[in-house]
């Protein structure tokens, strides 16, 4: 089967760098290897990689929080960074790393298979966004209704459901629905997730998302 293109590749650990090429080989992907970011960095003039897979804690002065804003920077912001941590594992680590614009973050140890699953949801993320402008159309705006932006803009603000409920007079099961609507149409699985989408959409401003983290669970 011919290549699809490649998968960059970046960890310091042997078994995770191994599990990751093998997901890639069968995908049907090159795998381009490096163990630190210092080593990506030397090679930016080489074919722009579809997805990147990298490491949070990179041995050497370059994070993998730093390599993800250079490959952004170098390449596109619509590439696709999954960024993977054997020590940053919390809740408010996740979030902070989709908030840096990574596609998805994963803790180690990881399944092979979850990876797998993960690697092709971004890549068809990609693909979606790459066809229509972004994955929600060219405008998140376009497919939210009123009353779902509210919502959101709400959660940005650190509301719970029953808050939100109160502020506009209807009922939790009401908020409920309507927040569920809002993760299916953005794509994301948590309320977390869906305020550091609302960011990086610029449907909410960097505050209202930080005083959201610190009350909903990714």
Excluded: C
């Amino acid at each position: 089967m011919a290549s699809r293109g490649t998968i960059l590749v970046v960890d310091h650990d042997d078994a995770t760098r191994t599990a990751a090429v093998s997901v890639v080989a069968r995908l049907g992907y090159l795998a381009r290897v490096a163990e630190n970011a210092e080593s990506v960095l030397a090679r930016l003039d080489e074919e722009p990689p579809v997805l990147a897979i990298v490491e949070v804690e990179l041995t050497g002065p370059t994070s993998g929080f730093e390599l993800l804003h250079d490959l952004h920077a170098a390449y596109d912001e619509e590439l696709p960074v999954i960024l993977v941590s054997a020590e940053r594992t919390a809740p408010l680590d996740h979030v902070a790393g989709l908030l840096l614009g990574a596609d998805d973050y994963l803790s180690k140890p990881f399944d092979e298979g979850e990876l797998l699953a993960r690697v092709r949801r971004s890549l068809s993320r990609a693909t979606k966004s790459s066809t229509t402008g972004n994955e929600y159309g060219g405008n998140a705006e376009v497919s939210l209704s009123p009353r779902e932006l509210e919502i959101l803009a709400l959660l940005s603000r650190g509301l719970g459901q029953l808050e939100i409920a109160q502020h506009l007079v209807v009922s939790p099961k009401t908020v409920g629905t309507h927040i569920q609507h809002i993760l299916s149409k953005l794509g994301v699985h948590s309320r977390a997730q869906a305020v550091a989408e609302a960011y990086r959409l610029h449907l909410v401003g960097a505050d209202f998302a930080a005083s959201a983290l610190l009350t909903e669970p990714i």
